[in-house]
Nanobody, 126 residues
């Protein structure tokens, strides 16, 4: 069992940066692939990015175009989402998720993850 708690969202102007984080409690944090998803009002939840168990591989949605970076610190049981050059269309609730067994193809699918955080609101003003 893993519990995930996001923090670090907030309100920022377009072009600014935020760095949400997701802290995990429970066992074997390093055995999980970690993903970030987001959901804007009236839209479906979409994949943002994911990171492998040891942090050696990362996967990103095309829309990010190098603006976002995912990292993890297994000694702190925490995963981070560095978001730069934010746009108003990045406004959404951002969720982290953990999955025990995920292939590079499966990481983009929210149904493949086993545990979810409660989300953190990110609002980008124009």
């Amino acid at each position: 069992q893993v519990q995930l708690v996001e923090s670090g969202g907030g309100l920022v102007q377009a072009g600014g940066s935020l760095r949400p984080s997701c802290a995990a409690s429970g066992r074997a944090f390093s055995s999980y692939v970690l993903g970030w998803f987001r959901q804007a009002p009236g839209k479906e939840r979409e994949f943002v990015g994911a990171i492998s168990r040891n942090g050696g591989n990362t996967y990103y949605a095309d829309f990010m175009k190098g603006r976002f970076t995912i990292s993890r610190d297994n000694t702190k049981n925490t995963v981070y989402l560095q978001m730069n050059s934010l746009k108003p269309e990045d406004t959404a609730v951002y969720y982290c998720a953990a999955g025990a067994v995920l292939s590079p193809v499966a990481v983009i699918t929210d149904g493949k993850y086993d545990y979810w955080g409660q989300g953190t609101q990110v609002t980008v003003s124009s």
